[in-house]
């Protein structure tokens, strides 16, 4: 799928969901606040979420971080218009940058200067071209940086009726586990790599460093 078709095909799917998302998805993308709670931030360092939806996760990280620059990027127009209604009835508008955009495309450029933190926060399981899209963050990392990511895992330790029935709802809003990036960040990386299984291998909390050969392109 082209970048441009993906973006209208969230548009579609997000044009009345942004209204109640944050509302229904506490309910079901979980491990989120935990990533939230693990990050250590300093003072003066960049953050940026990759598919930032309703700007909820930036929200949290700004309150608990005061001296972090944060930014947004979203391929949806629908979603980043909740955003940034968002963001600025919470005062944030200085601290919070919200960018139109896709992630495969993301530049060092593209808020103008590396960044020490990037997140994934149930979006490579969105994103056609997810691989592409985690080589773009590790380009754009700053020295010693951090990708960090929480998203579906593959379901395995569920009844299979469960997985079957998860699996067949995901589709409808065009959301594939990636459960090959789950598989190999099992198998044995780099020290910096760390990862996090929720009960049922339902989800899974991941980080690691630009050097990892994952997020690299094949």
Not at 80 to 91: H, K, N, P, Y
Not at 121 to 147: K, N, Q, T
Not at 155 to 165: G, Y
Request: a positive charge; aromatic letters at 10%.
């Amino acid at each position: 799928m082209m970048a441009a078709d993906h973006a209208e095909a969230m548009d579609r799917i997000y044009r009345t969901q942004r209204r109640f998302y944050d509302l229904t998805r506490k309910y079901y993308l979980f491990g989120r606040d935990r990533l939230i709670e693990d990050l250590r931030l300093q003072s003066g360092e960049t953050l940026a979420e990759i598919g930032c939806g309703t700007a909820r996760n930036l929200i949290a990280i700004a309150r608990r971080h005061p001296g972090a620059r944060l930014y947004g990027l979203d391929a949806s127009c629908e979603m980043l218009r909740t955003a940034s209604r968002a963001v600025r009835r919470t005062g944030l508008s200085g601290r919070i940058t919200l960018t139109q955009g896709y992630a495969e495309a993301l530049t060092p450029q593209t808020f103008d200067k590396p960044l020490n933190h990037i997140i994934f926060s149930y979006s490579l399981s969105m994103i056609p071209d997810w691989r592409g899209a985690l080589a773009a963050a590790a380009a754009s990392l700053a020295p010693e940086g951090v990708i960090h990511i929480v998203d579906f895992g593959d379901f395995e330790e569920l009844p299979r009726p469960v997985d079957r029935l998860l699996r067949a709802w995901l589709y409808k809003f065009q959301v594939v586990p990636r459960v090959f990036l789950l598989k190999s960040l099992e198998n044995q990386g780099p020290p910096s790599r760390r990862l996090r299984l929720l009960p049922g291998r339902y989800s899974f909390i991941a980080s690691t460093r630009q050097d990892d050969p994952i997020l690299q392109s094949h």
